[in-house]
């Protein structure tokens, strides 16, 4: 059995309900009241998480924290011999790592704006926009080449991979810590390109494509 310790607003809490939806995984959440509550912060969740952290997955008692660990425990346990994890080629697994380190970095700057703006917590918000501008730029140029010479996909490959999933969330919520997309547009046709995989879902604030 798997349970999320979710909290639905949270861009990393959506990563693993992505990538079980992509999967066709069942799976139940434990509601964690991040905001206004900080139970995240509480003894009882440090039991489960010291570094006091969402999100944390619980597969049959064995319990996994930080979404770029729990993307790829899941790709390696219910998507063998598929593309989604590790193992089609030793470039595109360097490949994908690589986009899954960048992941944190967003979350690092597009998430901790947000956090700022919609969760009120204090942090240095203009510091994290700088940054969080300065990896869509990154981000865009590389999908350009990406569109040119492979298939649109963070890591080569015909398919999305876990750090498309990992990239996704804070990208496509950028807007709500004041980071406008306008000028990346190869990051706005890889975003439209992956709410059209199947098994896509949303969370609030994210709308499904036309
Ligand atoms: N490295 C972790 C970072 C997770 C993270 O920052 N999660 C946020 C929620 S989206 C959190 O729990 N923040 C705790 C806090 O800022 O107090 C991961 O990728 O899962």
Known sequence: MITLHDYELSGNC????????????????????????LEHRSEAFRAINPLAQLPVLDHDGFVIRDAQAILTYLASTFDKGGS??????PRRDGEIAQW??????????????????????????????????????????????????????????????IADIACFPYVMLSEDADLSREECPSVRRWLD??????????????????
């Open 84 to 89: 989604w994890g590790f193992g089609t080629s």
């Open 14 to 37: 959506y990563k693993i309900r992505l990538m079980l939806g992509f999967l066709g995984v069942g799976y139940t959440t434990r509601h964690v009241d991040f905001y206004p509550g």
């Open 193 to 210: 390109r992956f709410k059209r995989i199947d098994g896509f879902r949303v969370m609030s604030g994210v709308f499904p494509t036309r």
């Open 100 to 161: 899954l380190a960048f992941a944190g970095e967003l979350t690092g700057s597009i998430g901790a704006a947000r956090l700022h703006d919609a969760f009120l917590f204090e942090l240095d918000a203009d510091a994290a926009r700088r940054r969080g501008r300065e990896l869509l730029r990154i981000l865009d140029a590389h999908l350009w080449f990406q569109e040119r010479e492979a298939h649109g996909w963070l890591a080569s490959g015909e398919n999305a991979s």
